[in-house]
């Protein structure tokens, strides 16, 4: 029997109470639901929030600081502080937690993404409950996943989940900012994220999200190519995770359907970290698009950064716009020598490398 496996997150602002402070009561409150979870023969992921709030608390600081070290700092107490809280609470109720901490980084290299893929697996095979959490004390903006929502959208592909729930300060979705709005609705179903869906996420700061439900569309999008899907609720609404996974209506369900994407695609689209980029011709860019051809060298009109065979490279059309994302097939070095020249050309300049693809189309993914 295969192992049935939720994503929980919760975020800052459902962790802690109306003083900024770690709710600790709240997170008994949750521990329960997910032990409540586990004699239901479910095995959870806590992707959780809060690490900074928790080191202000510990650090006896009244305000936010505005540098990184201080804040890295906080985050170094603050990630224990939350951590023993939850390891504590879990213990109370027979249950072990792990540790694991992420940056973009840890999951762009595929072969490290696939080792964290492993550790978490492997943590639920031992009846564990991984807790997880983006590595603040090093991570600087280049590395960030910005918000814990697409991380706990990551960490669901990651453990094949089938749902992940995402606990925040609102009811979910509405149809237009209720701060503005007396008419917005919550919208219960999502099947499909339409122009007219994602223009009432709102912006960072809006009513409709403690970060703004952007990044919870985002989140979405993410986890509908993978056919998982997901629900936006109110975290400190009554057994809201029991509930949301009994398939109760509570908040905003984005429905899963179909993997559009998988495995190493849906990696190469979501989590994997580019080394360098090329610059494609109109050609070249209806060949991928069109035609689900690979992309040569004779294509090729500029290349950038300093890429190796096997890591990911960010292909572009000569008017900036993304058109893909894919495995190199060559160097960049190597690329550079023979970008836009055909077959017959290739072999006087690179005969090792004539008729070879820059990506291969087995290795690409159209975005």
Same mark, same amino acid.
């Given at each position: ?20 402070? =770690?709710?600790? *009561? ?19 992921? +806590? ?23 201080? #804040? %890295? ?5 603050? %990630? !224990? ?18 540790? =694991? +901490? ?11 993404? =696939?080792?964290?893929?492993?550790? +978490? ?15 603040? &004390? ?55 994220? &339409? ?34 899907? #997901? ?29 559009? #994407? ?33 992309? #040569? ?36 070095? %190597?690329?550079?020598? !023979? ?7 290739? *072999?006087? =300049? ?18």
């Amino acid at each position: 029997m295969s192992r049935r496996t939720v994503v929980v997150k919760v975020g800052s602002s459902t962790v802690t109470g109306s003083d900024g402070r =770690v709710d600790h *009561a709240f997170l008994g409150v949750l521990v329960d639901q997910l032990a409540a979870l586990r004699d239901e023969g479910f095995s959870t992921v +806590l992707v959780t929030s809060g690490a900074i709030a928790a080191g202000f608390e510990a650090l006896g600081l009244d305000s936010r600081p505005s540098d990184m070290p201080t #804040l %890295q700092a906080a985050a170094a107490i603050g %990630q !224990v502080r939350l951590v023993e809280t939850y390891a504590d609470l879990a213990a109370r109720r027979g249950i072990t937690v792990g540790q =694991v +901490l992420f940056t973009r980084h840890d999951v762009g290299q595929r072969q490290q993404y =696939v080792n964290a893929c492993h550790t +978490l697996e492997r943590l639920l095979d031992l009846g564990a409950i991984p807790v997880v959490n983006e590595n603040d &004390t090093t991570a600087v903006d280049e590395i960030r996943f910005g918000d814990n929502d697409y991380l706990a959208a990551l960490v669901g592909v990651m453990v094949h989940a089938e749902l992940v729930v995402l606990l925040t300060d609102i009811e979910g979705l509405y149809s237009a900012d209720p701060r503005n709005d007396s008419s917005a609705r919550l919208v219960e179903r999502v099947e499909e994220l &339409t122009d007219e869906l994602l223009a009432s996420a709102g912006g960072p700061g809006s009513a409709v999200g403690s970060g703004g439900m952007a990044t919870k569309i985002e989140a979405a999008r993410l986890l509908m190519d993978a056919g998982i899907p #997901l629900v936006v609720c109110d975290g400190r609404r009554e057994n809201v995770v029991v509930d949301a996974i009994g398939g109760k209506p509570v908040g905003t369900l984005f429905a899963g359907g179909k993997a559009a #994407l998988r495995g190493r695609k849906l990696w190469l689209a979501y989590a994997g970290r580019t080394a360098g980029s090329v610059v494609i011709d109109d050609g070249a860019r209806d060949a991928l698009c069109l035609r689900g051809g690979s992309l #040569l060298p004779a294509g090729v009109i500029d290349v950038s950064g300093s890429f190796v065979v096997g890591e990911a490279v960010t292909l572009s059309s000569a008017d900036g716009n993304v058109v893909a994302r894919g495995i190199a097939g060559m160097s960049a070095e %190597q690329l550079r020598k !023979v970008k836009g020249l055909r077959s017959s050309q290739i *072999a006087e =300049v690179l005969p090792e490398w004539a008729g070879a693809e820059v990506v291969h189309r087995d290795h690409l993914v159209i975005v």
